[in-house]
């Protein structure tokens, strides 16, 4: 019988760095993955930053990942519309990590009749970029949204998000949005079809069940939880889904990543 090969998704806030630092041993963890061969991406419904600045903030960490293997749901988001209306326009609200992957796939950014107001994650949220939204919205572009995230850290606490500023325009409007990031497992297959990678033999790790574990059990992945982040092994049997393993940090699959579950 073959061994199984094994790819991996793996979320970034909360399983490999935490509020700026790095998760002990998570350096090792993906020098191991390296070492062995083992395709991965590292997952971020942020789209505020370009893979570039990505990489940059988790190098000041001690993390060092090619832009390459960094899959953000701004980069998902415009994969998406792209595959839906090749060199479309899009009424944006957001930040670079946004505009720059639209670009790159061909959009040309407007307030003139938009095929698509795209809302993404900014940290100054303008009144007058919402009110043209929505202007926008009810005269006929499509809603799309980066991902349903309500609230961001920050370090005076918690600040509005993309799916906070959503809600607002949805309740103006009357026009729900199609969020692409996590929980959707769009995002997942669009990562899966980055690297080449079959469902069946790929795990997601995360540090929350109402985004990473759910999303990665919808495209049909092994999905394994980690407790450096937002959820603890306590919330777990309040959903009706598991994940397939529940650990304490990435640091407990050193030494066993070309066989995370044992089944070699």
């Known amino acids: 019988m073959t061994e199984r090969r094994w790819t991996y998704l793996s979320d970034m806030d909360g399983v490999l760095v935490r509020e700026e630092h790095l998760v002990p041993r998570a350096d090792e963890f993906l020098a191991e993955l390296r070492d062995n061969g083992i395709d991965f991406l590292v997952l971020t419904n942020n789209s505020i930053y370009t893979p570039r600045d990505l990489r ?4 000041r960490t001690g993390l060092d990942i ?3 293997s960094i899959w953000t749901s701004a980069l998902a988001t415009a994969k998406f519309l792209d595959s839906q209306r090749p060199n479309g326009t899009a009424f944006v609200i957001g930040e670079a ?3 720059t992957a639209l670009h790159e796939v061909g959009y040309v950014l407007t307030e003139r009749d938009p095929d698509y107001v795209v809302l993404g994650e900014t940290r100054t949220y ?3 970029a919402i009110t043209n939204a929505i202007r926008l919205i009810e005269r006929g572009a499509k809603f799309i949204a980066t991902n349903p995230d309500a609230t ?3 370090v005076e606490g918690s600040m509005p998000a993309t799916g906070s500023i959503a809600a607002l325009i949805e309740k103006a409007t009357g026009r729900s949005p199609y969020f692409v990031g996590k929980p959707n ?5 669009s990562a899966l079809r980055r690297l080449g990678a079959h469902s069946e033999s790929t795990l997601m790790i995360g540090d929350r069940m109402d985004t990473d574990v759910h999303s990665g059990i919808e495209a049909g992945l092994q999905t394994i939880l980690v ?3 937002i959820s603890a092994a306590d919330s777990v049997d309040r959903y009706p889904y598991r994940p397939t393993m529940v650990l304490d940090s990435v ?3 050193i030494g066993r990543t070309a066989d995370p579950f044992g089944q070699g």
Do not use: I, Q, Y
Request: cysteine-free; glycine content about 12%.
């Open 56 to 59: 940059a903030r988790l190098l």
């Open 66 to 68: 090619p832009e390459e």
């Open 97 to 99: 990590g946004l505009t």
């Open 126 to 128: 303008s009144f007058s």
């Open 152 to 154: 961001g850290p920050s």
């Open 185 to 189: 497992p769009l995002m997942m297959r």
């Open 227 to 229: 407790l450096t982040g």
């Open 251 to 253: 640091a407990d699959l």
